[in-house]
């Protein structure tokens, strides 16, 4: 009798500093793979910034144990260098050395509806005249934005109140959307919107935002939300995938 093909799940995070949200975000996604073990053999996690688990050895490891395609999750939020350049040339080696394994890469989950429920219940909540969505933003391609700028605005439908997108690096717009309320005597509430806080979110982005304004308010990231499992859950059993050409601004 034919052996069924095993399916694996590799995960690839960004990694942090912080051995306690590397701990938290594994165990978010051993119960996203409790939501897909019926169609799941097998799953690992691969660090973008680890020279252990690789995406190249873990990707190496669950070929070994027999896996016969492997899904792809960028646990990202948007579609930036990371997933659309660094991960694929990552994982270019199993074309050639094992051709009978297929490789699908999945869309990031930023744009989720359980992640757009996440950010509503925190605008909800926040008294401000405005609320500044800052993301992490990326220079080399334009969707990210458009993405960012998209879920702002329909948050602004749902919650009747003025949500402003902006980012760290991307447009690097975040000081002057900040700097302008500021002069207009605006009150304003941040939500970085981001996986947890971590030392990006705690160092520079709170320092950056705070020698704007000293008594500007934040809210948490999205801080290891359940919401977070089931985003993830749906993009893999619906094997989501981007469907359009990114447009490479640098």
């Known amino acids: 009798m034919k052996e069924k093909p095993m399916k694996s799940i590799l995960y690839v995070v960004h990694g942090s500093q912080i051995p306690e949200k590397n701990a938290q975000l594994a165990d978010l996604l051993i119960k996203v793979g409790q939501e897909t073990a019926t169609i799941i053999n097998l799953q690992e996690i691969a660090y973008l910034e680890r020279q252990t688990d690789t995406i190249e050895i873990v990707a190496e490891r669950l070929i070994e144990k027999g896996t016969s395609e492997i899904l792809v999750v960028p646990v990202l939020l948007f579609p930036a260098i990371h997933t659309l350049v660094d991960i694929p040339n990552e994982l270019a080696f199993i074309a050639e050395k094992y051709p009978h394994v297929q490789v699908t890469l999945l869309k990031n989950f930023g744009d989720e509806q359980p992640i757009f429920e996440i950010l509503s219940d925190k605008v909800a909540q926040i008294t401000s005249d405005e609320v500044i969505l800052l993301a992490h933003g990326t220079r080399h391609f334009a969707e990210s934005s458009v993405m960012l700028e998209t879920i702002a605005r329909n948050l602004s439908e749902k919650t009747s109140k003025i949500v402003r997108a902006v980012d760290y690096l991307g447009k690097g717009n975040y000081d002057k959307a900040i700097s302008e309320n500021l002069e207009n005597n605006i009150s304003q509430t941040v939500i970085p919107f981001f996986l947890y806080d971590g ?22 990231p999205l801080n290891f939300d359940s919401r977070m499992i089931t985003a993830l859950a749906d993009i893999i059993r619906e094997r989501k995938q981007y469907d359009t050409d990114f447009i490479r601004l640098t």
């Open 199 to 220: 030392d990006l979110v705690k160092k520079r982005i709170h320092k950056s935002v705070w020698a704007i304004d000293p008594t500007i308010a934040f809210t948490t």
